[in-house]
């Protein structure tokens, strides 16, 4: 039983991972295809003629809306939009077909989105379903201050902290603008030496677990290296009662935050036993542990680009 589990896990973990590089690989050339964008604008045609009939004004932003609101490109008003900025707007319109075959190859990218530090986005996303809720002045830049996220999609990546222009990983799960229980991958823009912005994909965490545990008729969790529980499958909920994140609209965005670090995390929960495990995990693949009076035997395969740990929780023979 225990090592057939094993490698259970370790196949689990193994699809995860390849999904999670597809995502990761097509986002970085994704990137460099943007870094030629600019690099060779002047061979583009960038007229703004016939863009005001295309584009919105939401307040002091510029928007524009293609195919059924999925691809959004959009200036957010920070920055005063004159005919410089119309014009960067109409070169990242030809990203659109390569946002796009990346919104629909890879399984679990939820948005496939870049943003500029003069807050202009441009993205393929299922935008019909938040577009209307979204505040006409909305700053993309101020995001992380807002606390929508808790993540700054620019200092993952910006030149102090990666001066090596590597993509990074997000270094918790959470809970995206919405709903989206998601991981996202970092990816820097450069005009030359000029730091431009990030390519912010959202990984989303619900086919990773289809892919996994969800699987497994072993008792089964997801648990991040920080202790957040991300998902646990049906038999595992049957024995432990704990909270895992499910789809809710949230009144108070700011209140995801400390929903994940805190209601979500075992090394919060009253029962000092689940610290045990969450801490077990960073140390060993194999371990006995009891839980609630019950004794296990507890397995793990760690996928290391987003830090979670697959763990099967097996009733001591």
């Given at each position: 039983m225990i090592d057939e589990t094993r490698k259970e896990l370790r196949d689990y973990?193994?699809?995860?991972?390849?999904?999670?590089?597809?995502?990761?690989?097509?986002?970085?050339?994704?990137?460099?295809f943007v870094e030629d964008l600019l690099a060779y604008r002047d061979?583009?045609?960038?007229?703004?003629?016939?863009?005001d009939e295309r584009y919105k004004r939401q307040g002091d932003a510029y928007v524009l809306y293609e195919d059924g609101n999925l691809f959004v490109n959009a200036a957010s008003g920070a920055v005063p939009v004159d005919d410089r900025v119309k014009r960067d707007l109409r070169l990242y319109e030809y990203a659109k077909p390569r946002l796009k075959d990346a919104f629909y190859r890879l399984r679990y990218c939820d948005e496939m989105w870049f943003f500029t530090t003069e807050t202009l986005a441009c993205g393929w996303v299922e935008y019909d379903y938040i577009g209307p809720n979204l505040p006409e002045r909305i700053d993309l830049t101020m995001v992380h201050p807002f606390r929508v996220t808790r993540l700054d999609w620019f200092a993952i990546v910006n030149p102090v902290n990666n001066p090596e222009r590597e993509g990074k990983w997000s270094s918790f799960p959470f809970v995206e603008l919405y709903h989206q229980w998601v991981f996202t991958y970092h990816v820097p823009l450069y005009d030359g030496e000029k730091f431009m912005g990030a390519f912010v994909p959202h990984a989303k965490i619900d086919p990773m677990l289809e892919d996994s545990i969800y699987k497994g008729k072993a008792k089964m969790m997801a648990?991040?290296?920080d202790g957040t529980l991300i998902g646990m499958n049906e038999a595992a909920e049957k024995e432990f009662d704990l909270e895992t994140y499910k789809f809710r609209l949230w009144d108070e965005p700011s209140a995801k935050v400390p929903y994940v670090r805190n209601e979500l995390n075992l090394m919060k929960n009253e029962c000092e036993d689940f610290h045990w495990l969450a801490d077990g995990i960073k140390w060993q693949n194999v371990f006995d542990l009891t839980i609630l009076g019950k004794e296990y035997t507890i397995l793990k395969e760690r996928i290391p680009l987003i830090g979670m740990n697959l763990v099967a929780l097996l009733d001591k023979e």
């Open positions: 973990a193994a699809t995860v991972s390849e999904n999670l590089r597809k995502l990761s690989d097509e986002t970085d050339r994704l990137a460099c061979l583009y045609d960038t007229s703004i003629e016939g863009m648990i991040h290296d």
